[in-house]
Every structure is written in C-alpha cells, then in structure tokens.
Nanobody, 126 residues
C-alpha cells in the first residue's frame, strides 16, 4: 500500500486549500484513513480521520469547524478541505492508513496507522 499526498502550498491567513491523498496497492487493506500534521519543533498532531465505509469523521479540536474530511472510494482518494487557515496551521500534512479495525477512539492516535504518505507542506503566511 502506498499513499501519495498533494495539494500543499503557500496561502494567506483566512484562505483555503484542499489536500488530496491517493491510495495505491489496495484500499481493501486500509479500513481507516487519516490526516496528521507536524509543525517545526512540534509533535505530530491528529487532524482528521474516517473509515472508507463512511460514518462521521473525527477531527482534532483546533480543526473542527474549519477542516472537512471527505473521500471518493472509486478514486481511492481522500481529501482535506481546509478553510479559514491560520498561521498556526503551518505544517507538513501527512495522510495515513491502517489495515487494522481500530475503534473510533483510536483514530486520533498516530500509532494506530500502518501506512504513511510522504507529506505535503502547507504554509500560511501573509
């Protein structure tokens, strides 16, 4: 299984970006997909996650209401729509997948994920 993230870039505060992550090698091996981010000198932070089968997405506290997780199963692609971006959203964003049937409460734990994309840099600055 390979994950390829894209869509990062430079955006002004208050702006929007949409990240994409394409899964190759078999979505049947990844029951849950997630987004994490890591800013310089900070620990990796949970952003959002959901199952391929659907249900309500989960979000990190500072992202709720501004970020939206979505997916297109036929394209084996997940998205992260980011609105009202702030300078503190600046980070490398990673998509991740797991073949394990993790419970909802574990979706925000990076250790739950088996596969990781290479990351895409989002810079929010004027």
């Amino acid at each position: 299984v390979q994950l390829q993230a894209s869509g990062g870039g430079l955006v002004q505060p208050g702006g929007s970006l949409r990240l994409s992550c394409v899964v190759t090698g078999g979505t049947s091996s990844t029951y849950v997909m997630g987004w994490f981010r890591q800013a310089p000198r900070k620990e990796r932070e949970f952003v959002a996650a959901n199952r391929w089968s659907g249900g309500s997405a989960r979000y990190g506290d500072s992202m709720r209401g501004r970020f939206t997780f979505s997916k297109e199963n036929a394209k084996k692609t997940i998205y992260l729509q980011m609105n009202s971006l702030k300078p503190e959203d600046t980070a490398v964003y990673y998509c991740a997948g797991t073949a394990r049937g993790i419970i909802v409460g574990m979706m925000d734990n990076a250790d739950s994920y088996d596969y990781w994309g290479q990351g895409t840099l989002v810079t929010v600055s004027s």
